[in-house]
């Protein structure tokens, strides 16, 4: 695959940071005893990516000192010097205008304040393979509410751009920006030709005395979310976070310390505890057509946080006959699963993916969509869901968890190769069955690894 070039933006001030050392730019702060940029270079380096150009300001020449012209860390660096501030995207207009940025080509954009290990070649093989003029990286995370979300569509085409200061629809996908970024040089030479950015004046006074300053995400992205606007979000798992506060630098050096952060990288094999939705996550309603009806079971949120911090991924796999029966549309369905991810996250847990089954093989129902109603692989007890998620996150199924409230869902598990766990406490399918009953009731041929009776207490035993 062809390395694209690499801008990484380190000129910030820092201010939230400074109180751990004021001494040096926030990107030569250690994490685990090494400055958090040389933890990205060797990230990009490893794979490949070893044409670097960092933007540099506030002590740029301390990080021009450290990392030279980049050949001891195995790569070429070259700096642009913002001798006055530029915003976080004067400078592409700049290195744009002076050749060292391509016309109609490629570069990854990224931050100098993220701790991060993920996939960059596929990353980038899903910008080209939705033809993207920009591709965002986006994951779930335990604080939505206050982040900037991108809404997209399903063809993963970015609709919305919601900041931090933006009002929040009712419910709301958990899909943040990372901040690491595709972009081709095309969206920059547009707004030059469109006459919406002016090169020249970009570091200058305008006429009431302030500099000019370009702004990445208001003036360059956020305007190109529309219907041509291709840009287009890739959602990925993958360890990313900022070390902006000492209480996020705090965390990281844990992460980094624990292994999290590598494990977390789609090259190697990950794990996964699947979840079944109704009965395990919401209260069992039978086919759950009506929103309102949505109710969270209790502590499920204290449960998938556990998840979320255990290097396990949180997946959801569902069946939604409801779809095939015409008693609910794919986009209620969506809205549906919004407020799941909604709810969720106001209580500081998330879901990394959700994998529905939309058929139903029985015909008869007035309004069934008939090309759904077949026989298909992925409706459990069939285990063709869980293939395919993990054929998505490189999910070791053998070191993985299928729970659900209902034989269909350990069958599915069991013929995945996963452990299982039934749940028969209130609120399940099974509710009030005896443990014991369940098992001696088992007429499915495979039994569960384990019968709780909710899911906070499975997932405690599976991890804690």
């Known amino acids: 695959m062809n390395k694209i070039p690499v801008v990484i933006m380190a000129g910030g001030l820092g201010k939230r940071i400074q109180s751990v050392d004021s001494t040096v730019p926030k990107p030569l702060i250690k994490v685990d005893n090494k400055p958090i940029l040389q933890w990205e270079i060797e990230c990009l380096v490893n794979q490949g990516y070893t044409s670097i150009i960092l933007t540099v300001a506030h002590m740029g020449e301390k990080i021009i ?12 660096i070259s700096y642009f010097v913002e001798e006055k501030p530029l915003g976080n995207a004067g400078a592409l207009f700049k290195l744009l205008k002076s050749g060292r940025l391509e016309p109609s080509s490629d570069f990854m954009l990224l931050n100098a304040d993220s701790l991060f290990d993920i996939d960059f070649d596929r990353f980038y093989q899903f910008h080209l393979d939705h033809g993207a003029l920009v591709s965002l990286f986006v994951h779930p995370n335990n604080h939505p509410y206050d982040s900037g979300l991108i809404l997209k569509d399903e063809t993963e085409r970015v609709v919305s751009w919601l900041t931090k200061e933006d009002a929040r629809p009712e419910w709301y996908s958990n899909s943040v920006n990372a901040g690491l970024h595709i972009i081709n040089t095309r969206v920059l030479s547009s707004l030059l030709e469109k006459g919406k950015i002016n090169a020249d004046m970009i570091g200058t006074e305008d006429e009431f005395g302030r500099i000019v300053k370009v702004d990445l995400d208001r003036q360059i992205l956020k305007p190109n979310c529309s219907a041509d606007g291709k840009i287009y979000a890739y959602r990925s798992p993958e360890y990313v976070k900022d070390m902006g506060t000492p209480e996020r630098l705090k965390q990281v050096s844990e992460d980094l310390v624990s292994g999290l952060v590598c494990s977390k990288n789609l090259k190697k094999p990950q794990k996964a505890v699947f979840l079944d939705r109704d009965g395990v996550i919401n209260e069992y309603r039978g086919f759950l057509r009506d929103i309102d009806d949505f109710v969270l079971l209790e502590d499920v949120a204290e449960a998938i946080r556990i998840i979320n911090t255990s290097g396990y991924l949180a997946i959801v796999i569902t069946n939604q006959p409801v779809i095939a029966r015409g008693e609910v549309t794919l986009e209620e369905l969506s809205r549906i699963h919004r407020k799941m991810e909604t709810l969720l996250g106001s209580d500081g847990a998330y879901i990394d993916d959700i994998y529905i089954c939309p058929h139903h093989p029985d015909s008869g129902y007035e309004g069934e969509i ?27 199924l053998e070191d993985s968890w299928m729970i659900g409230d209902s034989w269909r869902d350990v069958e599915a ?16 399918e099974g509710a009030g069955m005896d443990p014991g009953d369940v098992i001696r009731g088992n007429d499915t041929g495979c039994n569960p690894d384990m019968v709780e009776f909710n899911l906070l207490k499975a997932v405690q035993k599976i991890i804690l």
Request: with cysteine.
């Open 65 to 76: 000192e450290f990392f030279g012209d980049g050949s001891d860390f195995g790569c070429s």
């Open 370 to 396: 008939k090309a759904l109603k077949i026989d298909c692989d992925c409706r459990k007890p069939k285990p063709g869901l869980l293939y395919q998620a993990a054929a998505d996150y490189n999910i070791c």
């Open 413 to 428: 598990g069991h013929s995945a190769g996963c452990k299982t766990a039934l749940l028969v406490g209130e609120g399940t």
